[in-house]
């Protein structure tokens, strides 16, 4: 199976029809499972979230929470799809240090980024949870209770939510949020993955985590919140910084190379489309060109999946901005 990494409601549906659990939800374990700590730096570490839909075996857990320690307690962005998938996460900081959970920063709406914000606040109800204005808008409305019930429903009720729980403050392009010796400078460029997407840059150690901007080995939907274009200048914007280290909403962090990859599907995505659309074809009639186009990317994890709806998508960016 090609699992779709950074879940939107359509690519979760779709998935339904071709994940089976391997044993039942009563057979399974009530934790999530660990998974292993990846050191970036000597206070950045990273835990690599599988590519897969989420189930009942990894308990909603598919993406990159970061750990970050300060000299005034733990920092962690994004930690983890479902309130079981961040205890795992409060597990694993044990394994690094005794210090609290003092902050969490969330990096989009979707829910496999934010949905652990309410395991870690189990052990640590101070913990302050900060988010992009229309991140915090989103979960607070109706999209934060059905990214809950939709993780419960295809975890088969393991996921171990029992409310939403996003950002208490927010923040926005430029603000720099300081604990203890470490700074952390939000970056927002405008629309790209989401309308909703802040980077966190963790200035001391000149790693920037981009969330689901930049992916890394799997491709994901692309909802009407996103921009191609738009994800494409901040792939460059980040570029032109020289971050040592980037890490990705999914898949491996590295250098500007992993930038680079995702930037050049994006762009011949979106320039083949273009180029199709200004001879009249339709979307539906393109894709397969814009298949050949970048077909470098087919081992990528929800390549299948997502490159019909990436078309799509484009297209209607393309046909708008000829307007
Ligand atoms: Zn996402």
């Known amino acids: 199976m090609r699992a779709i990494t950074c879940a939107a409601f359509g690519a979760v549906v779709m998935c339904l029809g071709v994940w089976q659990p391997s ?4 057979a399974a374990p009530i934790a999530a499972p660990d998974y292993s700590l990846h050191r970036v730096t000597d206070k950045v570490y990273v835990i690599y979230g599988p590519f897969d839909v989420p189930n009942s075996e990894n308990r909603g857990f598919r993406n990159n929470p970061v ?13 983890g799809g479902s309130a079981h998938a961040g205890e795992m996460v409060v597990r694993k900081i044990g394994t690094l240090s005794k210090d609290p959970v003092v902050a969490i920063f969330n990096s ?14 189990r052990t640590y109800p101070q913990a302050v949870i900060y988010g992009h204005p229309g991140m915090k808008a989103l979960v607070d409305g109706a999209e934060g209770e059905r990214w809950l019930a939709m993780i419960e429903r295809l975890t ?7 409310k939403v729980t996003g950002p208490d403050k927010t923040l926005n392009n430029g603000d720099v949020i300081g604990i203890g010796d ?3 400078r939000i970056h927002h460029t405008g629309p790209a993955h989401t309308d909703n997407d802040i980077m966190i840059e963790v200035v001391d150690q000149k790693v920037l985590f981009t969330g689901d901007v930049v992916r890394n080995g799997a491709l994901g939907l692309m909802e009407s919140d996103a921009s191609f274009k738009g994800n494409i200048a901040a792939m460059d914007w980040m570029a032109k910084k020289k971050f040592k280290h980037y890490i990705p909403g999914h898949g491996r962090a590295g250098g500007i190379e992993i930038v680079r990859a995702y930037r050049a599907y994006l762009d011949k995505l979106l320039t083949t489309v273009k180029k199709l659309y200004a001879e009249n074809l339709s979307d539906h009639e393109m894709k397969p060109a814009v298949l050949r186009a970048v077909s ?5 994890a929800g390549f299948d999946e997502v ?3 990436h078309v799509s998508r484009a297209y209607l960016e393309v046909e708008a901005a000829a307007f």
Request: overall charge negative; cysteine-free.
């Open 296 to 300: 470098a990317y087919k081992d990528w």
């Open 108 to 121: 989009h709406a979707h829910g496999d980024h934010w949905l652990g914000n309410e395991g870690v606040k």
């Open 156 to 162: 088969a009720g393991t996921a171990g939510g029992k």
């Open 67 to 79: 750990i970050v320690l300060t000299s005034q307690g733990v920092v962690v962005f994004d930690p």
């Open 23 to 26: 044993r039942s939800a009563e």
């Open 307 to 309: 490159l019909g709806p």
């Open 182 to 184: 470490t700074s952390f």
